[in-house]
């Protein structure tokens, strides 16, 4: 089982930055597959940004050359966060943690909201 706790949503004006973290713990490695989800209100549920067991990243279109992924560890909670610049109206969304350990876990998700 691998928990997901996430923090760091919030309101910010157009322009301003936000960081969001995730503590994953559980039976859960660094070299998991681990990534940020975000769905906005009447919309789908996107992939936002990934990084694999390689520490390779990869990012959706719309929030390349803004959006940073990262990782690190300590002990036995691996720690996922997300680096959000130049937020724009359209990123205001529910951002979840999301981590792939033999099966699919979700963290509670956390408010963002960019006002313009």
């Known amino acids: 089982q691998v928990q997901l706790v996430e923090s760091g949503g919030g309101l910010v004006q157009a322009g301003g930055s936000l960081r969001l973290s995730c503590a994953a713990s559980?039976?859960?490695?660094?070299?998991?597959?681990m990534g940020w989800y975000r769905q906005a209100p009447g919309k789908q549920r996107e992939l936002v940004a990934s990084?694999?067991?390689?520490?390779?990243?990869?990012?959706v279109d719309s929030v390349k050359g803004r959006f940073t992924i990262s990782r690190d560890s300590a002990k036995s909670t691996v720690y996922l966060q997300l680096q959000m610049n130049n937020l724009k109206p359209e990123d205001t969304a529910v951002y979840y943690c999301h981590a792939l350990v033999v099966s699919h876990s979700w963290g509670q998700g956390t408010q963002v909201t960019v006002s313009s």
């Open positions: 990084i694999m067991s390689g520490g390779s990243t990869r990012y």
């Open positions: 559980g039976t859960i490695f660094p070299s998991n597959a």
